[in-house]
């Protein structure tokens, strides 16, 4: 139950756009006693358009306490704050994710009671002047004598016709602010004025958010900022790749696009992705046409373990890779059977390995070089995809926030930190090599988790089925907080380390990247080398209590951000 249906001629709250393909800034209020029908077809109360949106994709009821959101069975589904609803009962600050589209609701507390006076004929006029814009002519709207529905698009309040001292103002949002509804001064407040704690400015006793900081007045926390126009785009090709990969990998579940904070393009991670791409591919042809110079390329993955080998060890890597000499390897395990019959086979097979040079042997020899060379090479094309995916969504990131020069230096001590977690986990072991850029960009995840790990990262999980389902492909697309995604992902290096589970992964350079990455983010921000503009993970368990750690959110960019 809804409860009991309010007045039909109230104004009653509305819908920010923060994100979105477009409109991105505007407000939609809400009013009225009737449900709002909110789709991409034209007839809806609220109109949206986006290839994500379905016609009805979901509807506004009026409560008496406020609005309930309740979806109408739509494809993409509705979430709030995070988590798949079917119903919601709103409440003030509540973000609404809707086909692609970012909206933040704000209650009556927000933006003020209103009630219109019943018409006295079908048409009424109704005067919204858009804030800046000077003396704006009256904008006219139909209200009938049953029903009144407000989706008026404006970017902003001042007033609204005579009754302007009841509404406060709400200031126009721009185009990467995600629900600023503050403004004005403390004229019609009921008390006293609410007074930002970072620039204090003073605001309506009603007012939530500082427009000019970007921050909860009374948390202290910053309103997330994100660029969510082109997310429809995202999704759409996102979509098409995953119908055709689909046939190839059948199961899987990978993150295709993050949100945050971004002053610079990332030009440094593109550049790493594509250095990156180019060494695992000529080290991958190198296998193939030329599979004797394996014997000189092997020494650029990362070589580590002090232990002796098997005889099972030795014989497959002769057998099955080209790190070796395996006919100079062949002919002395010979000569051994013939010189010492009666030597145990294992025996002969480790003599054989020792009696060959180091240039013969199967392992490469160490060197410091190789903590960064392995980075950068791949053992196949799925190894080299799946991480570059990674790359992209945490690392470009990353890289947008603290700057070009400073990602190409802290990427190579991500992968040293790594590749040296790797070799103190297997030092005891037999001789080994350890190639992929995993562990680097574990690095990144493990810093994006610092810097942003409320904003959303945007998610896709498949399942193609067998010929007795007629090979129907299961698709969803949804998006999550991004320090749930980087713990998912990490909770498995955790567990299989616990276990001791062997499965030819690299676990510990996992958790050495991110525990590297993550503390090379705090010392940032602790340091004040970057601003995160508090969407760092101290501000948002302390709030205003962080800032003298990492300073207030509208202290401008950080030391690293202000290079050229």
């Known amino acids: ?223 997330l900022t994100a660029d969510g126009g082109k997310l429809d785009d995202i999704y759409m090709a996102a979509e098409g790749v995953i119908r055709v990969v689909s046939w190839l990998v059948c199961l899987g579940v990978y993150p295709i696009a993050s949100e945050a904070y971004g002053a610079c393009r990332p ?50 890597f002769y057998e099955l890779t080209f790190y070796g000499d395996g006919e100079a390897f062949n002919e002395r395990l010979w000569e051994l059977e013939e010189t010492h019959p009666d030597m145990d086979w294992d025996e002969s097979v480790l003599a054989a390995h020792r009696g060959l040079s ?23 094309i799925g190894h080299l995809v799946g991480n570059l995916i990674f790359l992209m969504v945490f690392g470009s990131r990353v890289n947008a926030l603290i700057g070009n020069i400073p990602t190409v230096v802290l990427y190579p001590m991500l992968a040293v930190g790594a590749g040296l977690a790797h070799m103190a986990s297997v030092m005891e072991g037999p001789p080994g090599a350890m190639l992929g850029a995993s562990g680097a960009i574990m690095g990144l995840a493990g810093m994006y988790f610092v810097l942003f790990p409320v904003h959303q990262v945007h998610m896709a999980a498949w399942m193609r089925l067998g010929l007795l389902f007629m090979f129907r492909l299961h698709l969803k697309l949804w998006s999550v907080r991004g320090f749930w995604v980087v713990l998912f992902y990490i909770a498995f290096d955790v567990i299989y380390t616990a276990l001791g589970v062997e499965d030819g992964t690299a676990h510990w350079a996992h958790l050495g990247g991110f525990i590297v990455g993550a503390g090379l983010a705090v010392i940032l921000l602790l340091t004040r080398l970057i601003n995160a503009r508090g969407g760092d993970i101290i501000s948002a368990i302390l709030g205003r209590h962080a800032w003298g750690l990492v300073g207030a959110p509208n202290r401008g960019p950080g030391l690293l951000q202000r290079l050229p």
């Open 1 to 223: 139950m809804h409860g009991t249906a309010p007045d039909a001629y109230s104004l009653r709250g509305g819908l920010v756009i923060r994100s979105g393909p477009e409109r991105v800034g505007e407000m939609l209020l809400l009013g009225g006693s009737a449900p709002l029908i909110m789709g991409k077809q034209a007839s809806s109360d609220l109109v949206l358009t986006g290839d994500l949106l379905s016609r009805h994709h979901c509807r506004l009821v009026p409560t008496e306490s406020g609005w309930c959101l309740e979806d109408l069975q739509s494809t993409n589904g509705v979430t709030v704050n995070g988590g798949r609803v079917s119903t919601h009962d709103l409440a003030d600050g509540d973000d609404i994710r809707v086909g692609g589209f970012a909206l933040v609701y704000v209650s009556d507390a927000g933006i003020g009671p209103f009630s219109l006076p019943p018409p006295e004929s079908p048409q009424v006029s109704l005067p919204i002047p858009v804030p800046g814009a000077g003396e704006p002519p009256p904008i006219s709207e139909p209200i009938d004598n049953e029903t009144y529905g407000v989706a008026d698009e404006v970017p902003g309040l001042q007033e609204l016709a005579d009754h302007a001292d009841r509404l406060p103002a709400v200031a126009p949002v721009g185009e990467t602010a995600d629900a600023s509804v503050a403004g004005g001064s403390s004229r019609n407040g009921d008390g006293p004025p609410e007074i930002c704690p970072c620039c204090r400015s003073e605001y309506p006793v009603r007012m939530k958010i500082c427009v000019d900081c970007g921050i909860n007045l009374r948390t202290g926390r910053s309103i």
């Open 267 to 316: 030009h440094a991670v593109r550049a790493l992705a594509v250095i990156t791409v180019i060494a695992s591919v000529w080290f991958l042809v190198v296998g193939v046409a030329r599979p004797d110079s394996m014997r000189t390329t092997k020494n650029y993955l990362l070589w580590s373990g002090d232990g002796e080998p098997s005889a099972e060890e030795v014989l497959l």
């Open 358 to 380: 180091p240039e013969q042997q199967y392992p490469g020899q160490y060197r410091s070089s190789q903590l960064i060379t392995h980075a950068f090479l791949h053992a196949g």
